[in-house]
């Protein structure tokens, strides 16, 4: 069992900056490929950004490539978004989810994440 908690979000203007973080419980955190998402309102949840459980390989929808760069610290059970340029249409709750297998590369289909977290809101102004 993975129990994810996410914080760091917040209201920004655009062009900001935000970090958020991803804390894991349990052993099999480094055994995980995790990824965030978010939905904004009235829109399906989409994937943003992914990583493979070693941190050696990542995947980013292409609205945020460039902007956005996800990290891992397998020591501290955490995974990072760092979110640049900042634009209003990134405004949504963001989500870190953690794959069901072990050693996975990252994926983008929600159905392969088996864990979720309770979301964190970012809020871009313009």
């Known amino acids: 069992q993975v129990q994810l908690v996410e914080s760091g979000g917040g209201l920004v203007q655009a062009g900001g900056s935000l970090r958020l973080s991803c804390a894991a419980s349990?052993?099999?955190?480094?055994?995980?490929?995790m990824g965030w998402f978010r939905q904004a309102p009235g829109k399906e949840r989409e994937f943003v950004a992914g990583?493979?459980?070693?941190?050696?390989?990542?995947d980013y929808a292409d609205s945020v490539k460039g902007r956005f760069t996800i990290s891992r610290d397998n020591a501290k059970n955490t995974v990072y978004l760092q979110m640049n340029s900042l634009k209003p249409e990134d405004t949504a709750v963001y989500y870190c989810?953690?794959?069901?297998?072990?050693?996975?590369?990252?994926?983008?289909?929600?159905?392969?994440?088996?864990?979720w977290g309770q979301g964190t809101q970012v809020t871009v102004s313009s």
């Open positions: 989810a953690a794959d069901g297998d072990y050693f996975s590369s990252p994926a983008s289909r929600q159905n392969e994440y088996k864990y």
């Open positions: 349990g052993r099999t955190f480094s055994r995980r490929a």
């Open positions: 990583i493979s459980w070693s941190g050696g390989s990542t």
